[in-house]
């Protein structure tokens, strides 16, 4: 291993995307994290899985992580020796990927220290670093990845390999993603810390990936991420409305009464398409008061609004009769 005594720089990182685009379109790229996906979280006295491999690893104060990192306890000597368990599985993979012409880059809090510590011992050549920074933000290690990674590699698929999902749903990868290349990304989470990456995790990643390096691949993907918001919203009307035809009225309803706001729909839109949505026979008292409760801005002429609902409604009672 060289010495570590700066940190080092990482091969050329610059993404190909930027280069040519056309090109790189169907080059997939695999963002791997280390710990739990190749470092085990097996003690050093083991037994660790079948294919794992224990190593000796000297670190180094003047060459390690400063974020999302506690220091060992440093020798005099500023180093710090601890035994690992590796995974002989992922290192393979890594080298069939790169083999193969896959981008693989690193996605690990060890930054550009993973090429110092990590890639001599697993047997493969220094990595790209997809996660770099300074200071921890606000947000767990896998936020923090996510944002490092969403803006990097545009119109290329990118699948992001951890231990560790984010619990923020604003933070997840494919939200973060600009919209165009949501479909073309993965977020494969490896289930026990202890095994790592396993050959049905491999086998799972890599079908998506032969999908991800084809046009008609590309058209599939799009294809199941269309099918999957569908049935997600699908999901989120049953659950808030009970059925399709009550969600229906409700959007209906919504979408008439945001018209009336001449601007962002207003909470008085919700709340009195909550009603419509399940009245029948409609109370003008009741919608007078929903609509001075809730009416946001302005005074609005309760009669005219009144007058407007009560025209929608028949309007869509005579649509659903028909």
Known sequence: MHDPSDEPNSPDRKDESMKDPLKSRYRPVVAIDIDGVLRLAVPPEGPGPADAFKV?????????????????????????????????????????????????????????????????????????????????????????????????????????????????DAYELQALRSPRDRALTLSWWIKDPRRGITTNDIAGIEAWLELASTPDGHDALRRQRRNEQAAQRRRRALSRHGTLERARRWQCAFKFLSQLTDGPPPRFASHVADYLRDTPEIDPDHVRTLIEYWWQRGDPDVDVVVAAIFRWARTESTEEAN
Do not use: C, M
């Not at 990595?127 to 119109?155: F, N």
């Open 56 to 168: 000796e690893l000297t670190v180094h104060r003047n060459a390690y992580p400063r974020i999302y990192h506690k220091a060992p306890r440093w020798d005099r000597d500023g180093t710090a020796t601890r035994t690992y368990w590796l995974s002989g599985t992922g290192a393979r993979w890594i080298r069939s990927l790169l083999s193969r012409d896959i981008e693989v880059v690193w996605a690990t809090t060890w930054q550009s220290f993973a090429n110092v510590y990590f890639a001599p011992l697993l047997n493969i050549p220094p990595l790209p670093v997809g996660t770099e920074g300074t200071y921890e933000q606000q947000y767990t290690s896998s936020e923090w990845k996510t944002s490092e990674l969403a803006y990097r590699y545009p119109g290329r698929p990118l699948v992001w390999v951890d231990d560790s999902p984010v619990h923020l």
